[in-house]
């Protein structure tokens, strides 16, 4: 044999083909481009087109679509392969519930009227369900003893009960090219699969550093997406647990999170343990850009621990869901330790609803709390704490000279624009 002839090509046209059967999607195209037989044999490469027509961006909103993609063949190992894009529209919690989703945008979404697609799962499926997750996530045996063990009647329990956090959860984990995951905000539904992501990646990847290709390959997250331009004010309350959880996924770019909320009276206990109880990944996370939405009851240690959270992070943005109301104190204390922890990388710093968040005695933020921000280029500060800041400055009420000699002085050096 020649040796620069592929002995690939030697082999029999159908062989080629039972052997391509077993490659991985990615592998396709190469073979095809390769082999004059293959190239001829068009029916992969039009799976490949048609689902990357049909699942390129997908969701949830008809129950049988994670189904499809969770079957054991050919076709759906390729269509999940070209899965880019995942939108989460709620949670099913029984067989009733397994009808579309109906969005009526402005506005909430519902259950469409008509009967469930199904009353329930073969019991061989739920078995091979439970089975990969056995293969995705291995629970090391030294956590049983802290009562982590993975559960799988229960999972079956689930199942059989029209549970679909589970399914959802497989979806995302063997999804090899999944880039962005979205959360739509659905009134009071906390959404089963981001409780099973954070369970996860709290009881396994974690400890053993071992991610799926779902999850490795996930790149921009958002957790509450608004439909309704908040004309509901229903709100989950979100606890920050499964906001730290999803700052541990290796590849992650951008985080959104909505109705994020912290109750300052469990720091009143005398065995609470910040970092025990939310596992931050403190100054391990690659989260780059962070948007904070619907935010309330922060104290200065959550404020630290999130300032904490990433070493790359660039970009920060914190809303609160009314002007009108108080849902953040010491945000002052935020401002600082964003300034210690994120000296470098910080470029831009914006702040929505000012007036429903404060600072100790001043409006949100002083200038000062910026020192050490070397390339903050874009921020939001209030008129008054300017002024407030060069009254403690200066030490006397400044004339209009004095104030605008202060001002030119006050924010970093790198500073491109400044909403005020």
């Known amino acids: 044999m020649d040796q620069n002839e592929c002995p690939l090509l030697r082999l029999s046209p159908e062989l080629i083909l039972q052997v391509l059967e077993y490659c991985p999607p990615s592998t396709h195209l190469d073979m095809a481009l390769t082999c004059l037989t293959l190239h001829h044999r068009r029916k ?7 689902a990357d027509a049909k699942y390129r961006l997908t969701s949830d909103l008809c129950p049988e679509t994670v189904i499809d993609l969770l ?36 506005g909430t979404c519902g259950l469409a009227d008509g009967s469930p697609t199904r009353h329930g799962l073969f019991l061989q499926d739920i078995q091979r369900y439970i089975r990969t997750a056995l293969e995705l996530w291995t629970f090391p045996e030294f956590q049983r003893y802290s009562g982590w063990e993975f559960d799988s009647e229960a999972v079956q329990r689930d199942l059989e009960a029209g549970h679909d956090g589970f399914l959802k959860l497989l979806l995302i984990a063997t999804c090899p090219r999944l880039d962005s995951l979205r959360f739509v905000k659905r009134g009071l539904d906390p959404h089963t699969t981001l409780d099973w992501m954070a369970y996860v990646i709290n009881k396994d990847s974690t400890y053993t550093g071992n991610w799926s290709q779902g999850f490795e390959s996930l790149r921009n997250i958002a957790v509450g997406v608004e439909t309704d331009q908040r004309m509901n004010d229903e709100s989950v309350h979100r606890d920050g647990g499964d906001f730290a959880a999803l700052l541990y996924l290796p590849n992650l770019e951008s985080l959104y999170f909505n109705d994020l909320h912290y109750d300052r009276d469990k720091e009143n206990h005398p065995y609470f343990n910040m970092s025990d109880h939310y596992g931050f990944p403190y100054g391990i996370s690659r989260v780059k850009h962070l948007f904070i939405d619907g935010a309330s009851g922060f104290s200065p240690k959550f404020y630290k621990a999130i300032a904490f959270v990433s070493r790359d992070l660039e970009s920060l943005v914190l809303r609160v869901g009314t002007e009108y109301g108080q849902d953040l104190d010491d945000v002052d204390t935020f401002v600082s330790r964003l300034a210690v922890d994120n000296t470098t990388t910080l470029q831009k710093l914006i702040i929505y609803n000012p007036g429903g968040m404060h600072g100790y005695r001043c409006t949100n933020y002083r200038p000062q709390e910026l020192d050490g921000l070397e390339n903050l280029k874009l921020f939001t500060i209030a008129a008054s704490d300017i002024e407030l800041d060069a009254l403690h400055q200066l030490h006397k009420r400044p004339n209009a000279e004095k104030l605008a000699d202060h001002v030119s002085k006050a924010f970093p050096s790198s500073t491109e624009a400044i909403y005020i």
């Open 71 to 106: 079957k054991d063949n050919t076709r759906a190992k390729i269509e999940r392969w070209h899965v880019r894009e995942l939108e989460i529209w709620g949670s099913r919690k029984d067989w009733e519930d397994w009808r579309p989703w109906v969005p009526n945008l402005p």
């Open 44 to 50: 992969l490469l039009d799976l490949h087109r048609e």
